[in-house]
């Protein structure tokens, strides 16, 4: 018997749909007053949303790709005992589900829902500790900080507990501004109390008395679900302990991506332009409105219920000798399940990429690790396990968590430019070596892709980019280099054939490249005619690669795969 039916309603699943199969159900089963249909947020199939769990008597079945018509209705409401878990179980086969378990599961903005699966409970021993005990507890699970550079969370939280100060801070990061990764967007959304919880143990932990959530404007429903549950933590007197209540506040940041920098993320707390400072002081010493300050991410925040949970020693099991527990990574690029896993530390990258990521062994060349700053890892490196010391070996860092498969059909020194492209955009201009030095790299990698570079040009990156991570203020110019630096590192038979050659390998430097049509194949449909953009092709099917834009069009429309891009001057002119 059905007794109620989830729809994943975070971002993923309303941009895929979800929203119009919800109002659809319930329209449909207004007279059953015995199933109850409800919201939830995103178990990480982000592939498959649409996404509806049926919970029966006897467990969950999961629908994927759900349409509101009576087709799917008559599915859902045909389900019996014998029925499994469904697609799911396709791709979760190693994950291992600690920090995410009720993210997809149960209401977000139900306290009630989340206590009943035991939140608070850590909240609550945690209340019977002392400052000193929680802190070494935190040390004994070797949990490290999510955010990217991997600092040991116990140790950066004696920092500030061992401060004597009237007011303390402390701030959650939720500025997730790398492209590709969603990771605490998602636990935001569908365990907004997981994450208040872990901050509200930091803050025994450390005598933090004023809370705050730097979360991203381009979160709505983030930002509105962490006010929904910050509410009910206050009518609950959740945040109240001796008497004194733990102030908690979200501040929405403007997207800019320098602001996930910690001293920058402070400043524009206090109302300023979000640049950052030299270190020392640092923010435990001298912070927010020169208040001792600590920092930590969304999923730093979110382990921290699971520690406790557990208990230290028990946390600290999982993972490998210097990488404790496990780390949600969002998958996209050029793979069949995008979306979000958590994985044990340890895990390989090849196991991630083709086990769960369901890419295709021989169609990758290789995976960005870490958001824009990253590096680039070739697939020959997939042996290598994901934890903070072997991905730095390889040029690379542990990031946020954001991963994107590259295939082998694309240009690594095109996929090194469009990301210093991004980074060289965001970059505040404080300091020269970023402001400078990453634009002055842009423009060698501007020159490479449209076939003017040199010998000279590759010189002067790897020259340059060390120089720019020695010399940069704050973590965006040091990391921001790395795409170039790796792609040389691995790849630099690409750069070479670019340079020399003047050839893109992959053809997709449009400036290295034109489209062809094969005559023989063609068979005149006029597709191709009917949707170029410019007039680029005439009526007797032939390209003008001078009017050409390099759009792929007339590629995607051709029914017959008559039209190819080909190495420039391999044209049928």
């Not at 973590?475 to 691995?490: E, F, I, K, M």
Request: glycine share 10%; with cysteine.
């Amino acid at each position: 018997m059905i007794e109620r039916i989830k729809v994943g309603m975070a971002s993923c699943g309303i941009a895929a749909g979800a929203d119009e199969v919800k109002d659809f159900l319930e329209e449909k089963l207004k007279d059953r007053k015995d199933i109850e249909i409800l919201d939830v947020g995103c178990i990480g199939h982000c592939y498959a949303e649409p996404i509806v769990e049926v919970e029966t008597e006897s467990g969950s079945v999961f629908f994927e790709n759900v349409e509101p018509t009576e087709e799917y209705l008559n599915k859902i409401l045909e389900i019996d005992e014998e029925s499994t878990m469904s697609f799911r179980d396709e791709r979760t086969g190693r994950e291992h589900l600690k920090v995410t378990k009720l993210a997809g599961r149960i209401d977000p903005v139900s306290l009630e829902e989340y206590i009943e699966n035991g939140g608070y409970e850590s909240l609550k021993k945690v209340a019977e500790m002392s400052p000193q005990n929680i802190v070494e507890e935190v040390k004994t699970s070797g949990l490290r900080g999510r955010g990217g550079g991997g600092f040991p969370t116990g140790l950066k939280w004696s920092f500030l507990a061992g401060k004597e100060a009237d007011k303390k801070i402390l701030i959650c990061n939720a500025d997730e501004g790398d492209p590709g990764a969603f990771m605490d967007r998602s636990m935001m959304e569908s365990v907004p109390h997981q994450v208040i919880e872990g901050m509200l143990i930091a803050a025994l932990a450390t005598g933090a008395n004023e809370l705050f959530i730097y979360a991203r404007a381009e979160y709505p429903l983030a930002v509105k679900n962490m006010n929904i549950a910050i509410e009910q933590v206050y009518d609950n007197d959740i945040n109240v302990f001796d008497g004194e209540t733990i102030d908690i506040t979200v501040k929405e940041g403007a997207g800019a991506f320098v602001c996930g920098e910690e001293t920058a993320m402070i400043h524009s707390l206090e109302g300023n332009r979000g640049n950052p400072r030299f270190r020392p002081p640092y923010p435990t010493d001298e912070g927010y409105k020169g208040h001792p300050t600590l920092i930590n991410n969304v999923e730093t925040f979110a382990n921290v219920p699971i520690v406790f949970e557990e208990g230290g020693e028990k946390y600290a099991e999982l993972g490998t000798e210097n990488s404790k527990g496990t780390k949600l990574f969002a998958l996209a690029g050029d793979l069949k399940y995008a979306g979000l896993v958590e994985v044990p530390m340890g895990l390989t990258i090849g196991e991630v990429v083709y086990d769960m990521g369901g890419a295709k062994r021989g169609e990758v060349k290789a995976v960005q690790i870490g958001g824009p700053s990253g590096g680039c890892i070739p697939a020959e490196h997939f042996d290598v396990p994901i934890d903070y010391d072997s991905l730095e070996s390889l040029g690379a860092i542990m990031g946020s968590g954001g991963l994107i498969v590259i295939g082998s059909d694309r240009c690594m020194v095109e996929t090194a430019r469009y990301f210093l492209e991004f980074t060289t955009k965001e970059s505040c201009g404080k300091c020269t070596f970023c402001r400078i030095g990453t634009k002055r790299m842009l423009e060698t990698l501007e020159r490479i892709t449209s076939g003017e570079g040199s010998l000279e040009d590759i010189e002067f990156l790897e020259d340059l980019g060390p120089k720019v991570i020695e010399a940069s203020l704050c973590g965006l110019g040091q990391t921001a280099p790395n795409p170039v630096l790796s792609t040389l590192r691995y790849f630099k038979d690409e750069y070479l054939a670019h340079v020399e050659d003047k050839h893109c390998p992959a053809l997709q430097c449009n400036d290295l490249v034109d489209i062809y049509l094969d005559q023989e194949i063609c068979i005149e449909c006029g597709q191709c005619i009917k949707n170029c953009p410019v007039d680029a092709i005439s009526d007797d099917f032939v390209v003008d690669n001078e009017t050409c834009t390099r759009c792929n069009t007339c590629i995607e429309v051709c029914p017959v795969d008559a039209i190819s891009r080909v190495k420039r001057g391999e044209t049928n002119e």
